[in-house]
């Protein structure tokens, strides 16, 4: 029997254009501004800054955030799964005092009905985190189906 795919079952993106400044407090995750929404599929927005996934399965992430410091520091930047960061969607980085650094991924996770992704950023030290202008800021999910039996 032939195959054909039928498309995205679900899918839903947040992202930021705004400058701002985080004020993270030393080994506190914080999360990270996503106030703009993308159109949706199976996915919502009922809490600011997050994704709400309304089917289960295996979703493909995107995120990233274009951040600097006044001072050169160690900053993690991760993909939360329910508050939890997602180990494969997590990256530390040192950054350069005054320099835009861009940080970005794309992983496959499974994830079920209910489960709320967001974006959080930490620093080991106290640490001013500033997002310039522009989209700083993004996440997306995209649900991968099975091909449909034709």
Do not use: H, W
Not at 38 to 59: F, H, R, S, V, W
């Amino acid at each position: 029997m032939a195959t054909t795919p039928t498309g995205l079952a679900a899918y839903g993106g947040r992202y930021n254009v705004t400058g701002s400044t985080l004020d993270l407090a030393a080994g506190t995750p914080t999360q990270v501004p996503l106030a703009a929404t993308m159109p949706a599929l199976g996915a919502t927005y009922p809490t600011a800054n997050e994704i709400t996934i309304a089917d289960a399965g295996d979703y493909e992430i995107n995120y990233s955030a274009l951040v600097s410091t006044t001072g050169g520091q160690s900053l993690t930047l991760a993909v939360r799964v329910n508050d939890t960061a997602d180990p494969s969607a997590t990256q530390t980085v040192a950054l350069t005092g005054g320099v835009e650094t861009p940080l970005s991924g794309s992983v496959i996770v499974t994830l079920a009905p209910g489960d709320v992704i967001d974006l959080a950023l930490t620093s080991p030290s106290a640490a001013d985190v500033t997002f310039g202008t522009g989209q700083t800021a993004a996440l997306t999910v995209k649900k991968l189906d099975a091909p449909a039996a034709v």
